[in-house]
């Protein structure tokens, strides 16, 4: 028990003495809850240092990100089925057959869900449809966000 004793009070003259040693910091007290900046945000400047060929990527990914809005419209559901490899087998038939049009896979739980085009009206998109319904005999038309560039 003394033995802890003289180790507190050592402790306390420990601390007391490194005190002489420690750093003062003279400030004006903080506002409430206002935290110490150590520069003003606004003064950052992020500097992108990147290869001609990558800036010119990213730029043009940039700008068809600026351009491109979605809106409501239609698409044609071609297939849905839960094996990837098949879904993924459409839809690079779709891609090679059909290379004017977009062709989207989708992950719905359970299904993958194959659908290709923009269509604005669901005229149009029941108009491809039965123009190509020999190839695609369980395909109907789904309303979708499209893209529109």
Not at 61 to 68: A, K
Not at 78 to 100: C, G, K
């Amino acid at each position: 028990m003394r033995a802890y004793w003289l180790l507190l009070l050592g402790g306390v003259w420990a601390q007391e003495a490194w005190e002489a040693f420690r750093p003062q910091y003279r400030s004006e007290p903080l506002v409430s809850a206002e935290r110490p900046r150590l520069r003003d945000a606004a003064s950052f400047q992020v500097e992108w240092r990147l290869s001609p060929t990558l800036q010119a990527l990213y730029e043009r990914i940039l700008e068809s990100h600026r351009t491109t809005t979605t809106l409501p419209g239609y698409r044609v559901q071609v297939i849905a089925t839960p094996n990837r490899l098949l879904a993924d087998s459409m839809r690079i038939y779709l891609m090679e057959n059909f290379p004017e049009m977009p062709v989207y896979r989708l992950y719905e739980v359970p299904a993958y869900k194959v659908r290709v085009g923009d269509f604005v009206d669901r005229r149009a998109a029941e108009q491809w449809l039965e123009q190509h319904r020999r190839e695609f005999p369980a395909a109907f038309v789904v309303p979708d966000q499209i893209l529109r560039r």
